[in-house]
């Protein structure tokens, strides 16, 4: 079965700066999908990338697909107390019925 | 649309007892299915559903039911609760399989004692 790996597990950054989380698949992506969740909340859909090479930005986060490293990345610009969650990929399983989930990054971003 | 819908948003168990967790969706999606979110495990697939009638197990289905009666309805059974139940559930659908996004209710606490 697909493995995903986020890294970093979890962030502190302070308010303004850039951020990166990354989610590395075991097997080769054909659809990435990133979420965010509140604190005690649901998945908020944030993005989905299906093609090597795809970038696709929403406000201050851009996401890209990197096909032969089976590895997608998150960019926070600016970052902001709103954006503080956990960040979760998800990748399309094998019956293409449901998704696999890395098992996240949290993020704080301080005043 | 009220989107994907659960119902009770907490519940505490005693060991054995049974209970249906409920999930509900009024987007007419074909596709639905139930995770667990346990901390440092991420989300994991217990049941899917790819229609009225269909449904198959995911990736940690023991001491879970499912049913799929209706477009609108897949309930979670938990039959003889364990405390290794205790987790947050959340349930999901899709309009169709693979490239389409998922959404998602706002989730079950479960704690069994």
């Known amino acids: 079965s697909q493995e995903l790996e986020q890294s970093p597990q979890s962030l502190i950054v302070q308010e303004g700066k850039n951020l990166t989380i990354n989610c590395t698949s075991s097997?080769?992506?054909?659809?990435l999908y990133w979420y965010k969740q509140k604190y005690g909340e649901g998945l908020i859909f944030l993005m989905m990338?299906?093609?090597?090479?795809e970038e696709k930005s929403h406000e201050k986060i851009t996401a890209k697909l990197d096909e032969k490293k089976q590895q997608s990345s998150l960019h926070i610009t600016a970052s902001q107390p709103s954006h503080a969650g956990i960040y979760l990929c998800?990748?399309?399983?094998?019956?293409?019925?449901?998704?696999?989930f890395g098992k996240g990054t949290s993020l704080l971003v301080t005043p | 649309n009220a989107g994907v819908t659960q119902t009770p948003k907490f519940q505490v168990l005693k060991t054995g007892q049974s209970m249906t967790l409920q999930c509900a969706q009024d987007?007419?999606?074909?596709?639905m299915s139930w995770y667990r979110q346990d901390p440092g495990m991420g989300l994991r697939l217990i049941h899917y559903s790819v229609g009225a009638g269909i449904t198959d197990q995911g990736e940690v289905p023991n001491g879970y039911n499912v049913s799929r009666s209706t477009t609108e309805d897949f309930p979670l059974r938990l039959l003889s609760a364990a405390p290794s139940q205790t987790s947050v559930y959340f349930c999901a659908s899709s309009y169709s399989n693979g490239q389409e996004t998922q959404y998602f209710g706002p989730g079950t606490r479960l704690l069994v004692l």
């Open positions: 998800g990748a399309d399983t094998d019956s293409g019925y449901a998704l696999n």
């Open positions: 990338l299906q093609k090597g090479g």
């Open positions: 987007m007419n999606h074909e596709y």
């Open positions: 097997k080769t992506l054909y659809g």
